[in-house]
């Protein structure tokens, strides 16, 4: 029993920690992505010894039971067992505990930095040293982010799932600080906000004999060639993702890099504007990606700036 329901445990965990590396994906955190793997690498640890002991505590009893073994045979091997679940088990703890421990250190919000960044800072290191109006304009790109909401549909039968992939991947990108109203130009004037976007798929790096540098294909043409807005206030835009494209390399592309630039009027009647980069791979599933640092690589994609009047519903 004590296997079974350390077997049971150790799924939960894995399930759980696989959740929160998800979710580390669609933020875009690098350190919280690593220290969940920790914890998954570990939980799966702790699943397979469990398994192997399930399986040979079940074994040794129906040896028994069939008279193909003593008890003192049966019980010597499962001593054996029983030290070695011990050895790897304190391992696959220590991987995982340690693993959940970073995740939660490092699982911190943009909003977060922003403040450990602030002069009321307790942590010297975070601290910055720059205008109260740097500040402010810090705080507006961080209430103003837009994010991209993935949503799947599957297959009904699961062997065509398996086979083929999701029926459809939707993607709705959401900007809470604008509505639909506000890219609307008056007559003879400008728009107070300007919302451009553009889109970068990505083939990730591959390791290994066949190996393959990340490269970057612009899509901007791709990404916005259906869009069309869902909601109007705030502002959401839908459209679908795009086909992989094959590279240079032989393989085809896997993640899409959503690009939003925000811009409003000031008084000055220029737009001053603020640049975000969102990055979505399968990895991460369903749910909200935010943005996140990106550097760009190779040929930057031009903007399409988005024109109310030529949006569908």
């Given at each position: 029993m004590g296997y079974l329901s350390g077997f049971i445990t150790a799924s939960y965990s894995l399930?759980?920690?696989?959740?929160?590396?998800?979710?580390?994906?669609?933020?875009?955190?690098?350190?919280s992505q690593h220290a969940a793997m920790a914890s998954v690498l570990g939980a799966s640890?702790?699943?397979?010894?469990?398994?192997?002991?399930?399986?040979?505590?079940?074994?040794?009893?129906?040896?028994?039971?069939?008279?193909?073994?003593?008890?003192?045979?049966?019980?010597?091997?499962?001593?054996?067992?029983f030290a070695r679940f011990n050895l790897a088990g304190a391992l696959f703890t220590v991987l995982e505990l340690g693993g959940s421990w970073l995740y939660n250190y490092y699982s911190t919000s943009r909003h977060d930095n922003w403040l450990l960044g602030?002069?009321?800072?307790?942590?010297?290191?975070?601290?910055?040293?720059?205008?109260?109006?740097?500040?402010?304009?810090?705080?507006?790109?961080?209430?103003?982010?837009?994010?991209?909401?993935v949503s799947i549909e599957n297959h009904d039968s699961w062997w065509k799932a398996a086979l083929t992939g999701p029926k459809s991947i939707a993607l709705a990108l959401s900007s809470p600080a604008i509505g639909l109203n506000d890219?609307?130009?008056?007559?003879?004037?400008?728009?107070?906000?300007?919302l451009s976007l553009a889109g970068y798929q990505v083939q990730p790096e591959y390791h290994g004999r066949n190996y393959a540098p990340e490269y970057w294909v612009v899509a901007t043409d791709k990404v916005t060639a259906e869009i069309e807005f869902t909601e109007d206030a705030p502002l959401v835009l839908r459209f679908a993702l795009p086909e992989p494209a094959s590279t240079p390399y032989g393989r085809r592309t896997r993640d899409l890099v959503i690009a939003v630039r925000l811009e409003r009027l000031n008084d000055d009647g220029q737009y001053q504007g603020?640049?975000?980069?969102?990055?979505?791979?399968?990895?991460?599933?369903?749910?909200?990606?935010?943005?996140?640092?990106?550097?760009?690589?190779?040929?930057?994609?031009?903007?399409?700036?988005?024109?109310?009047?030529?949006?569908?519903?």
């Open positions: 399930y759980s920690n696989h959740g929160n590396w998800q979710s580390a994906v669609r933020y875009g955190n690098q350190n640890g702790m699943l397979g010894a469990n398994a192997y002991g399930l399986a040979s505590t079940l074994h040794a009893g129906a040896s028994v039971m069939l008279k193909r073994a003593t008890w003192a045979a049966a019980g010597a091997r499962l001593s054996t067992v602030t002069p009321w800072s307790r942590d010297p290191e975070t601290k910055t040293d720059v205008s109260l109006h740097d500040y402010q304009h810090q705080l507006q790109a961080l209430a103003q982010a837009p994010k991209i909401n890219l609307l130009a008056p007559l003879g004037g400008q728009a107070s906000v300007k603020h640049e975000y980069h969102i990055r979505v791979t399968p990895h991460g599933g369903e749910g909200d990606y935010t943005p996140s640092e990106v550097a760009i690589r190779g040929q930057s994609a031009p903007w399409y700036i988005i024109d109310p009047l030529f949006l569908t519903s």
